[in-house]
Nanobody, 127 residues
Framework: QEQLKESGGGSVQTGGSLRLSCSASGFKMWRYCMGWFRQTPGNEREKVATIWTDGQYTNYADSVKGRFTISRDNATNILYLQMNAPKSEDTAMYYC????????????????????WGQGTQVTVSS
């Protein structure tokens, strides 16, 4: 049974940094497209970044390009999101997602392309 658990959220000041982690269990992460999504109250869940099975290709939302970095360690089954220079508009609940369909990692994929989700970790950015 696929399980994902996020950690590393919390409060951070603008211009600081934060690293989110997602621990995967119950499946072989190296076979799965992985992604980070975020959601604020009243809004749809939006893609932050995705990463192919071997980490060769990544895709980012325009709003985080150049500031956030997604990476994965298939040996330890952990997905990361390094958040540098966060802005107040990055405040959201962040979710880890996984899917064994390669289409989930296409640049135009959306949340509905992913079948497995963590419970989320809150990130609050303040000035």
């Amino acid at each position: 049974q696929e399980q994902l658990k996020e950690s590393g959220g919390g409060s951070v000041q603008t211009g600081g940094s934060l690293r989110l982690s997602c621990s995967a269990s119950g499946f072989k992460m190296w076979r799965y497209c992985m992604g980070w999504f975020r959601q604020t109250p009243g809004n749809e869940r939006e893609k932050v970044a995705t990463i192919w099975t071997d980490g060769q290709y990544t895709n980012y939302a325009d709003s985080v390009k150049g500031r956030f970095t997604i990476s994965r360690d298939n040996a330890t089954n952990i997905l990361y999101l390094q958040m540098n220079a966060p802005k107040s508009e990055d405040t959201a609940m962040y979710y880890c997602a996984a899917d064994n369909s390669i289409a989930a990692c296409y640049s135009d994929s959306v949340a509905s392309a992913f079948n497995y989700w963590g419970q989320g970790t809150q990130v609050t950015v303040s000035s």
